[in-house]
C-alpha cells in the first residue's frame, strides 16, 4: 500500500532532518492512522513539493516525529483541465469536487448557472465554498496527490464566458445533439495549455447561456448516449481527457 499523505505549510526540519507533524494533521497521523516507528509517510504542500518520510516517534496524541527525505517538486501536468461545475443540489457537489480531485482535474470553478436550484449567497455561499475546498484538501491527501486542485471563487455566467475565451479548448457539455453536438471522444485536442470543460446543472444549460458560451469560442459535445448527472459528468469527461491527452500514460 502506498505511504498516506500529510499536508504541510512548511519543510522545516531540526538540525539531524527531523521534522514534527502536529495539529490536526499530526492527531490524524497518531490517532486515526496509528502510524509507528518505520512506517512511511508522505509530507506535501498540496502545490507540488513533497518530502518522503519515515516515521521515528509519536509523542501525545498529535505530534508524529519523522525523517525527512529530499524536497522534491513535481511539475504541473499538461495539458491543464479546468472543469466549471454548476452548483448541484444537497451534498452532490462535494460528491463531484471529490470524485474529480481523485480523478486528476486541475482546477474546478463554481458556477451559479440560471437554472441551478441552489444559489451560494452570502454567509451560506462562503460556507458552501469552504466544504468544497476541503473536499479537495481531503481527497487530495486520500488519492496521494502532491498538487491538489485549486477551487476557485463562485463565477457567474459572463466570468465563465471570459474564462472560455481563453482557453485551448473550450468545451460544453450538452446533452441536446439535436443542437449539432459533437462527441467529446473524437474532438481534437491541445498537447498543451489548458482545456476548460463546462458541465451543466441537472436542469441542463440553457439556451442564451450556451449562446453567450459559443460567441466566446466553446464548443458543444456530448459524451454517449445516457444523460449524466451533474455531480458525476465532470469525473466521467476528466478521465476521457486524461486518458487521450496522455496524462495516464
Do not use: N, Y
Amino acid at each position: 500500500m502506498t505511504a498516506p499523505v500529510f499536508l504541510v505549510e512548511h519543510f522545516d526540519t531540526d538540525g539531524e532532518g527531523r521534522h514534527v507533524l502536529d495539529g490536526s494533521e499530526g492527531r490524524h497521523a497518531v490517532s486515526v492512522k496509528r502510524l509507528h516507528s518505520g512506517e512511511d509517510v508522505v509530507l506535501t504542500d498540496g502545490a507540488g513539493r513533497r518530502a518522503d518520510c519515515v516515521v521515528l516517534a509519536t509523542e501525545g496524541k498529535d505530534r508524529l516525529i519523522v525523517r525527512m527525505g529530499a524536497v522534491t517538486e513535481e511539475a504541473a501536468e499538461e495539458p491543464r483541465i479546468t472543469v466549471v461545475q454548476a452548483l448541484p443540489k444537497g451534498d452532490r457537489g462535494e460528491l463531484a469536487v471529490e470524485t474529480m480531485t481523485e480523478t486528476g482535474v486541475d482546477a474546478i470553478v463554481p458556477w451559479a448557472a440560471s437554472r441551478c436550484i441552489t444559489q451560494w449567497k452570502g454567509e451560506r455561499g462562503l460556507k458552501a465554498l469552504a466544504k468544497w475546498r476541503a473536499t479537495a484538501r481531503e481527497a487530495g491527501k486520500q488519492s496521494r496527490r502532491a498538487r491538489f486542485p485549486e477551487v476557485a471563487d463562485a463565477m457567474t455566467t459572463k466570468q465563465v464566458a471570459a474564462l472560455l475565451a481563453k482557453a485551448d479548448l473550450a468545451a460544453v457539455l450538452h446533452e441536446d445533439t439535436a443542437l449539432g453536438t459533437e462527441p467529446f471522444a473524437t474532438a481534437a485536442l491541445p498537447a498543451s495549455g489548458e482545456i476548460v470543460l463546462v458541465v451543466g446543472p441537472e436542469g441542463g444549460i440553457s439556451a442564451e447561456e450556451v449562446a453567450l458560451f459559443t460567441e466566446a469560442g466553446a464548443r458543444t459535445f456530448h459524451l454517449g448516449r445516457t444523460v449524466l448527472r451533474t455531480s458525476t459528468a465532470g469525473t466521467v469527461a476528466t478521465a476521457l481527457l486524461l486518458a487521450r491527452t496522455g496524462r495516464w500514460s
